[in-house]
């Protein structure tokens, strides 16, 4: 059962968005393992559209860098190697992506992240009013507006939503 909480869980994502002055909203879920954005958008009563996930790949050279996608779309490794210049990009390990991120798979937020990462945004999420993206723990999603995303972390926009 979804549920608002009245105290903010303190992660590195919600720090850093409290430093830059973003607004936000909590949402904490009964996480299940393996559940992803249906689980979430489910248990939150929203469109799973709405559900941005944050994905953590790399490149030919093992360079990381983060994606974020509609819950209900895939990422077009193929076409986002192309728009980004690279030769190859593939998802992650989940404990690489740990590494990278310091977050666990399931909790991974595109905000405090443990280092600065190249980041690509599917320009289509700039097109909704308000979005729910991982807060930094599993079960637990901040609701915020998509060009907050765009101030605040300036990520490439793309088009490689299959």
């Known amino acids: 059962m979804s549920r608002i909480e009245p105290h903010t869980p303190e992660t ?6 409290r430093q830059n002055g973003i607004a936000f909203s909590s949402h904490l879920y009964d996480y299940e393992e393996h559940g992803g954005t249906a689980v979430s958008a489910r248990e939150l ?23 974020l996608m509609h819950g209900d779309r895939k990422v077009s490794t193929k076409e986002l190697a192309r728009q980004s210049g690279r ?3 593939e998802p992650c390990r989940p404990e690489v ?3 990278h991120t310091g977050f666990l798979v399931g909790g991974t937020s595109p905000f405090g992240t443990r280092k600065k990462m190249p980041l690509f945004m599917e320009r289509t999420v700039l097109d909704l009013p308000l979005v729910y993206i991982n807060g930094g723990r599993r079960g637990y999603l901040v609701g915020i507006h998509p060009h907050d995303i765009l ?4 990520p490439t926009l793309v088009e490689v939503a299959l």
């Open 12 to 17: 590195p994502a919600t720090r850093f968005l």
């Open 45 to 67: 009563n929203v469109s799973e559209h709405a559900v941005i996930k944050t994905l953590i790949m790399e490149d030919e050279s093992a360079s990381p860098l983060i994606v």
């Open 87 to 89: 030769k190859r990009i």
């Open 97 to 99: 992506a740990n590494r």
């Open 151 to 154: 101030h605040v972390l300036q």
